[in-house]
């Protein structure tokens, strides 16, 4: 069975790793989510920014790794940010009250400048 | 789909991962046909996959049981169980309750009965307005 989830990982800089997912992030696919950020981890990132602009599903499988990878960088002092989530996904956020954790930037530009500080 | 009397349509899967998109999509299908509106269509497909996560990572015994989801059309209402015949979960093994939290939101209704005999079972209930 595909398993529809693609995830690009990179570096911008020495410190800040972007993880650009599209599909579905489920209980099926959010190992490879979590995997893919552990990389980048081990290779420098101390943030990490993720691109939510093609993902057209998510549950609260997705929010528990994020959860978890948020907990892993902050403890060392970065953070993790989410970018361009679609309305629905989005909503995900604000009704599992974690907009409140999690800083939600528009664009991929203004989240990057920011982790730049 | 008319329903003056309550349509019962059923789909079991195994409780496994990559089976709980297998019943996303059709709850997809069925709420689309029920003409709920695409809003309502993606809130359900939500919770489904909420009750059916739950049942993978929460409910006890052997892999290859059965996860039953139960759609009941009724005239005014869908009502949706998701049920494990493992050796069921309760609230507090949710784990940190998001997939509960989010299950309540999207729903009109959600309730869990459990129990170590007879699996646990989500019971989700969608208005139907306008209908």
């Known amino acids: 069975m595909e398993i529809p989830l693609r995830i690009e990982a990179r570096m911008e800089g020495e410190k800040v790793g972007v993880l650009s997912l599209s599909g579905e992030i489920d209980i099926a696919t959010k190992d490879q989510v979590r ?33 978890g990878l948020r907990s892993q960088l902050v403890e060392a002092g970065g953070k993790v940010g ?3 989530p679609q309305s ?30 | 789909m008319s329903a003056t009397a309550a349509t019962n349509i059923e789909l079991r899967i195994p409780r496994q991962p ?12 069925l709420a689309a046909r029920l003409q709920f509106p695409l809003g309502a269509v993606k809130d359900i497909e939500l919770a489904v996959g909420e009750a059916c996560t739950n ?4 409910a006890k015994g052997p892999q290859d049981e059965a996860i039953l989801i139960r759609f009941i059309v009724e005239s005014r209402r869908l009502v949706i169980e998701v049920i494990d015949y493992g050796q069921g979960f309760c609230e507090e093994d949710e784990g940190d309750g998001l997939g ?9 209704h959600v309730e869990i009965c459990c129990g170590p005999d007879t699996g646990a079972c989500v019971r989700m209930v969608k208005q139907r307005d306008g209908s």
């Open chain 2, 18 to 29: 990559e089976f709980v998109r297998i019943a996303r999509w059709m709850t997809c299908g």
């Open chain 1, 88 to 117: 629905y996904v989005k909503k995900l956020f604000e009704r599992s009250g974690l907009d409140q954790v999690f800083p939600i930037y528009d664009d991929l530009g203004a989240a990057l400048e920011e982790a730049g500080r």
């Open chain 2, 55 to 58: 049942a993978v990572e929460h």
């Open chain 2, 100 to 108: 509960l939290v989010i299950m309540r939101s999207v729903m009109d």
């Open chain 1, 82 to 84: 989410i970018v361009s």
């Open chain 1, 35 to 67: 995997e893919a950020a552990e990389k980048l981890i081990a290779g420098g990132a101390r943030s990490l920014l993720v691109d939510l602009a093609e993902v057209e599903y998510m549950d609260s499988s997705g929010l528990g790794v994020l959860k």
